[in-house]
């Protein structure tokens, strides 16, 4: 059964910062591309962050390079989204995706609020 558990959502003040994993299983994790994805209500999920099979190539959404990095560690059938210098509208649930040619997984989302 294929399951990815995000964790590591929370509160946290304007400036702060949180690291957000997600614990993937149930399929070859390492042949997966990654991405951290974001929402809020009202508005369509946005692409924030993507990390290939092997780590090589990453990418990011304009308004959160220089601040956001997404890891993995394959040994763990982890990803990671470190996020620095948080903004309120960094405000959103955010999901887990993993995929490999045409298969598309997602987790249930982790809530990140910003806020003072």
């Known amino acids: 059964q294929v399951q990815l558990v995000e964790s590591g959502g929370g509160l946290v003040q304007p400036g702060g910062s949180l690291r957000l994993s997600c614990a993937a299983s149930g399929f070859t994790f390492r042949t997966y591309a990654m991405s951290w994805y974001r929402q809020v209500p009202g508005k369509e999920r946005e692409s924030v962050a993507y990390?290939?099979?092997?780590?090589?190539?990453?990418n990011y959404v304009d308004s959160v390079k220089g601040r956001f990095t997404i890891s993995r560690d394959n040994a763990k059938n982890t990803v990671y989204l470190q996020m620095n210098s948080l903004k309120p509208e960094d405000t959103a649930v955010y999901y887990c995706?993993?995929?490999?040619?045409?298969?598309?997984?997602w987790g249930q989302g982790t809530q990140v609020t910003v806020s003072s």
């Open positions: 995706n993993a995929r490999f040619l045409r298969l598309d997984h």
């Open positions: 990390i290939s099979s092997t780590g090589g190539t990453t």
